[in-house]
């Protein structure tokens, strides 16, 4: 089992980024997907989360307007559209297959800084 991030990096604030987790090993189109991120010396938060089918999304109050998360079934990959991107946004992001398991990626770097 795999789940693999990538698409991280360091932005200015204001600019953009898309994260992609790619799924392997497992049934895709059977798992509930989120995004989850972590500051330094702060807990892991929820950022958003996406249903099986894609028919039911979730977003944390901070990113709500910002961020969109979709996935691709076809694909075995979920994304994160991060927009209007603000300093405290900056953290580690992990992606998160939950279902009969739960998996975890190993994460992704985020930095939103001028």
């Known amino acids: 089992v795999q789940l693999v991030e990538s698409g991280g990096g360091l932005v200015q604030p204001g600019g953009s980024l898309r994260l992609s987790c790619a799924a392997s090993?497992?049934?895709?189109?059977?798992?509930?997907m989120s995004w989850y991120r972590q500051a330094p010396g702060k807990e892991r938060e929820l950022v958003a989360t996406i249903s099986s089918t894609g028919g039911y999304t979730n977003y944390a109050d901070s990113v709500k307007g910002r961020f969109t998360i979709s996935r691709d079934n076809a694909k075995n990959t979920v994304y994160l559209q991060m927009n209007s991107l603000k300093p405290e946004d900056t953290a580690v992001y992990y992606c998160?297959?939950?279902?009969?398991?739960?998996?975890w990626g190993q994460g992704t770097q985020v930095t939103v800084s001028s």
């Open positions: 090993g497992f049934t895709f189109s059977s798992y509930r």
């Open positions: 998160q297959g939950l279902g009969y398991r739960n998996y």
